[in-house]
């Protein structure tokens, strides 16, 4: 049963991480695209 939910943990903790690296990657694709539409 512990096993079972360290298991759990451990997978949530990880989509948590790819999660917040896919927001910071749309965050940094929206300032590349408001600096290419800034130069425009």
């Known amino acids: 049963m ?3 939910r360290l298991l759990v ?17 749309r965050e940094e694709q929206i300032e ?3 600096l290419i539409q800034g130069r425009e």
Request: charged fraction near 40%; charge should be positive.
């Open 2 to 4: 512990d096993y079972f």
């Open 9 to 25: 943990r451990g997978y949530e903790s990880r989509s948590r991480e790819i999660a917040i690296t896919k927001l910071h990657a």
């Open 32 to 34: 590349k695209e408001a």
